[in-house]
Nanobody, 122 residues
Framework: VQLQASGGGLVQVGGSLRLSCAAS????????MGWFRQAPGKSRAFVAG???????VYADSVKGRFTISRDNAKNTVYLQMNSLKPEDTAVYYC?????????????????WGRGTLVTVSS
């Protein structure tokens, strides 16, 4: 599956952004989809994931502020980001997990989208 992320930009502290990730291919609905991010000078880290059936999981750092969702009819996964903080500044990557893999380790990711930059200014 090929992925194309969009929706990044510059936002003030406390603001909101919604990222979108459009996927190609007829089997999108069978993939667990997720978002990772890489902040300046740091390693890429898991942010949120959603199973093929719609069950979400979040990193502790974004729980209560971010919401991941998917629209299988549109082959798209979303990340709604609210109450943004400066530490949310990063390049955000959309990801499709290899079918059958359970955890959100990078080694279990089969496809990556090109990143989209989110900058939160204080």
């Amino acid at each position: 599956v090929q992925l194309q992320a969009s929706g990044g930009g510059l936002v003030q502290v406390g603001g909101s952004l919604r990222l979108s990730c459009a996927a190609s291919g007829r089997t999108f609905s069978s993939y667990d989809m997720g978002w990772f991010r890489q902040a300046p000078g740091k390693s890429r880290a898991f942010v949120a994931g959603v199973t093929w059936s719609g069950t979400p999981v979040y990193a502790d750092s974004v729980k209560g502020r971010f919401t991941i969702s998917r629209d299988n009819a549109k082959n798209t996964v979303y990340l709604q980001m609210n109450s943004l903080k400066p530490e949310d500044t990063a390049v955000y990557y959309c990801a499709a997990k290899i079918p059958g893999q359970i955890t959100w380790y990078e080694t279990n990711i089969g496809s990556w989208g090109r990143g989209t930059l989110v900058t939160v200014s204080s």
